[in-house]
């Protein structure tokens, strides 16, 4: 009996034949290589909106600018006027920018002639990746089963899983394993699933693709990449293989992901904000883009043979928190893919292309020290040898999405010192010989219009949105109608405005943080309700609260104008706790959708294949019996997943001397069950057993006599 479940182990592995593709490792600095033939009928268009993007942002710029001086205008403008002058122009420049990006999004949002893609068949199988790090499997198996399905039924033949997992917690690796292995390497579906998990964890997500590309790439013209939170209908999935196979120049195409499943307030506002605002700034970004655009790491399609040639991402000098391997690896990716010739395209127009979103607002701060770190590393390669100028902006702008947090809050700073030096240093009237005072000069008027043109140059994507779901019947009632996108608009803006400024702090410190040179580590993004207790999010905005708090009372002693026109800023920071709480948890989150508000069409109405999605997860959950019971009683309760494990762990080297292997095997020996066992058993011990052929044999001691 055990030995026929050996042989039916032993013939479903769960990897295919290697086919290794060969990754070499590049350097910061290098030539561009010759652009790759691609079809551009639409160059003209991607000139002119980069002249647009580019105009709109100096002309406004230069107003603001111009103007502001104007407001600060005396004889001769002083040190810390001159310091808010600058600081106001760098933050004027960065919103000009956005609004320029938007406001070309918007007009093509409103442009009726719709271009045609080109498309082809592919020749070969399309592998899908799903790179996934001590995440929770339910979910995830539910998201490939949905998949899978949906694919089947549409292009059986066509596509391969592969789940890439570089979990590192043994409790994690074993619930994955037991998760998927009934999914997996099934050839006679027509859409096989296989599960890689790598020992080594080096280079993070980056090398977890390349280990893949390195070993299996040379079988597969185009991969398409995911991340745990990733789903994409099988329509989408055949466009993007397809419009690869057209493009023989083309090295990648990001898609436009959706947010769904948002069930808590944070969620729902990002959530809302991607749905309505998204599609306007998102058609400004691929109008400028053209072949030149950028990768999100994730909702894409990357060529194979294009990726191995140029994106062995280099090592930089030094130590993390700047040096070492690239956090940010999809940016750099597209880059150097951009510097090797082949085109990178942002196809905005596919639909079903999903993801989640972070469930509250300490999820977010923990998920933007990453981000920081791996942005930040990026100034090795501003200025690197012959990279398209469109890369170069994209990788400033993901600089400076984090370096406008601590340009803000200078602005903020000086502004106040302006108002403190008001108000204690007596004004010279006389300072220099003349029978005529001179007076200070401060225009008002002029320091209220430009006030108000900031915040239009700000709202203006969200009424962009805001209209461009409006003008399209069919778009408008996915939202519920015209009033309730009207007041999920106005809702959005104001919880937006109250959460910006924590955000815009926590930032700053994430900064001042990641230049005192902490490393941020490898954390998994959280996929739960984000429901945190009270002590904990007091705890992590305490320094929001004390920084409001004394914002608001200098500036109430200053002057009650003041006051007013600071309570933007120090309302959100004095109420960072309880808006904090109150950022995750389903409970609260799902409140706002019994009123109607901030839901989305995907709720009321889902698509096929988020209502596959619904419906596994409901399934897989149910079918978890064995979701509380130690990790590796797994193996004893199911004898088939013991035997299909053993038959995938290599023959090991005789004689390697391994601490962790000696002492597991010595507590296998003299544990009589394997309670006793699994009492004493350290972390290493247990990766040793799931790591080690020889341990795993031992263990069948402890399965089930019969």
């Not at 905005?541 to 002057?559: D, N």
């Not at 010595?666 to 699994?678: D, H």
């Amino acid at each position: 009996m055990v030995e026929t479940k050996m042989m039916t182990s032993q013939e479903r592995l769960a990897l295919p034949h290697e086919a290794p593709l060969d990754m070499p490792r590049h350097a910061v600095n290098e030539p561009r290589q010759k652009a790759k033939k691609l079809v551009k009928p639409f160059l003209l268009r991607t000139l002119l909106a980069r002249l647009c993007v580019i105009s709109i942002t100096l002309g406004l710029t230069w107003y603001g600018a111009t103007e502001m001086y104007a407001v600060l205008n005396t004889n001769a403008i002083a040190g810390l006027q001159w310091a808010f002058l600058v600081l106001f122009c760098i933050n004027f420049t960065w919103i000009s920018f956005a609004f320029s990006q938007a406001s070309i999004g918007f007009l093509c949002r409103l442009w009726p002639f719709s271009r045609k893609v080109k498309e082809a068949e592919p020749e070969g199988v399309t592998a899908i990746l799903l790179p996934v790090y001590n995440e929770d499997p339910i979910r995830i198996r539910a998201s490939i089963e949905a998949m899978h399905d949906d694919l089947l039924e549409k292009a059986p033949g066509k596509f391969a899983f592969f789940i890439l997992s570089d979990s590192n917690r043994s409790d994690a690796c074993i619930k994955e394993k037991h998760t998927f292995y009934p999914l997996l390497n099934h050839e006679d579906q027509g859409c096989p699933i296989y599960y890689r998990r790598r020992h080594n964890n080096n280079e993070r997500k980056a090398g977890n693709i390349a280990e893949w590309v390195t070993r299996f790439g040379a079988r597969y013209e185009s991969m398409i990449v995911l991340d745990a939170d990733s789903l994409m209908s099988a329509d989408c999935l055949i466009s993007l293989s397809r419009r690869m196979a057209a493009e023989p120049g083309l090295g990648l195409i990001q898609t436009l992901p959706t947010i769904i499943k948002a069930n808590t307030l944070y969620s729902r506002i990002q959530q809302f904000a991607n749905q309505c605002f998204g599609p306007v700034y998102a058609s400004g970004l691929a109008a400028w883009h053209g072949t030149a655009s950028n990768f999100w790491g994730h909702n894409a399609i990357i060529r194979t043979k294009a990726f191995a040639e140029a994106c062995g991402l280099p090592i930089l000098e030094g130590k993390a928190p700047f040096g070492g391997h690239v956090m940010s690896h999809d940016f750099m990716e597209a880059a150097m893919l951009r510097r090797a010739g082949w085109g990178v395209r942002f196809d905005m127009d596919l639909e079903a292309s999903y993801e989640e979103a972070p469930p509250s607002l300490i999820d977010v701060m923990v998920r933007d020290r990453r981000w920081c770190q791996g942005n930040l590393q990026h100034k090795a390669f501003l200025l690197a040898q012959d990279f398209h100028f469109a890369t170069r902006v994209h990788l400033f702008s993901g600089i400076f999405s984090y370096l406008s947090a601590v340009f803000w809050f200078l602005l903020i700073a000086v502004g106040f010192a302006l108002a403190v030096q008001a108000h204690f240093v007596r004004p010279e009237y006389f300072s220099n010989p003349s029978l005529f005072p001179t007076w200070p000069v401060f225009d008002f008027q002029k320091a209220l219009l430009l006030f108000e043109l900031s915040m239009a140059l700000v709202l203006a994507p969200k009424v962009y949105g805001w209209l461009s779901a409006l003008l399209y019947p069919k778009r408008c009632m996915s939202f519920g109608g015209p009033i309730l996108l009207t007041l999920d608009t106005l809702l959005e803006v104001a919880l937006s405005a109250l959460y910006a400024p924590i955000l815009m702090f926590s930032q700053f410190l994430v900064v001042f943080d990641v230049l005192k040179g902490r490393d941020s580590g490898w954390k998994p993004q959280s996929r739960d309700d984000g429901a945190t207790p009270w002590k904990t999010v007091a705890r992590a905005h305490l320094s929001h609260t004390l920084l409001g708090a004394g914002l608001a009372s200098a500036a109430l002693f200053l002057s009650p104008a003041l006051f007013y026109w600071s309570l933007p800023i120090t309302i959100g920071l004095v109420f960072s706790i309880p808006l904090s709480w109150l950022s995750g948890g389903e409970k609260r989150g799902n409140l706002l959708s019994k009123f109607m508000l901030l839901r989305a069409s995907q709720e009321k109405r889902p698509t096929g294949i988020v209502k596959r999605l619904n419906e596994k997860q409901a399934q897989a959950i149910d079918d978890d019996s064995s979701a509380t019971q130690p990790a590796l009683q797994r193996f004893i309760n199911d004898v088939n997943f013991y035997h299909w494990y053993l038959a995938q762990l290599p023959q090991e080297e005789e004689n390697t001397l391994c601490r962790s292997r000696i002492c597991a095997q010595w507590q296998i020996e003299k544990s009589a069950n394997l309670e006793q066992l699994t009492e004493h058993l350290q972390e290493s011990e247990c990766l040793a057993i799931l790591k080690h052929k020889s341990l795993m044999l031992a263990m069948g001691k402890y399965l089930p006599q019969a």
